[in-house]
């Protein structure tokens, strides 16, 4: 239990240093705060996007590693992944919004990830399909009954 709490602080860690990375590159590249990320996209330069595209990448990376180095079996591997990338998704969003008021409602279409292509949906998707995550995986994982 005491894996899963240490796990889901590096999530939340991992989810706040995104969403500063995100705040100085919408600063950076001078996009107004409110503005939905779908119009950003139409204005990022393309090497930006590559960039972008090598973050996501490494983030995925970060996860596999960890994923590869915390779980004892595949299930356990596959919990801890899903764990962890659960409590990122739901933490950048919440950091998001406490820095800078963004997304302003749950229906804020944002674009999820770049790779292989946009991944474009209301920012309810997510924090929905992480929140169902966290709460089977605590049920029926973590539950002391199984």
Do not use: C, Q
């Not at 969403?19 to 939905?36: N, W």
């Not at 950048?92 to 804020?108: A, D, Q, V």
Request: zero cysteines; proline letters at 5%; a neutral charge.
């Amino acid at each position: 239990m005491e894996k899963f709490l240490l796990l889901a602080f590096f999530g939340i860690a991992m989810a706040y240093l995104e969403a500063v990375v995100v705040v100085y590159l919408r600063k950076a590249l001078g996009i107004i705060e409110s503005e939905s990320n779908i119009v950003s996209l139409e204005n990022f330069p393309k090497r930006y996007i590559f960039i972008e595209r090598t973050r996501e990448v490494a983030t995925i990376l970060l996860l596999i590693i960890l994923t590869l180095l915390v779980g004892e079996t595949w299930l356990e591997k596959l919990v801890v992944f899903f764990w962890t990338f659960a409590f990122w998704d739901l933490f950048y969003y919440l950091s998001l919004f406490l820095l800078i008021k963004w997304p302003p409602n749950l229906t804020t279409v944002d674009v999820l990830f770049l790779m292989p292509r946009p991944w474009i949906a209301p920012v309810w998707v997510p924090i929905g399909v992480s929140s169902i995550t966290v709460i089977i995986i605590a049920v029926l994982y973590l539950s002391p009954i199984l």
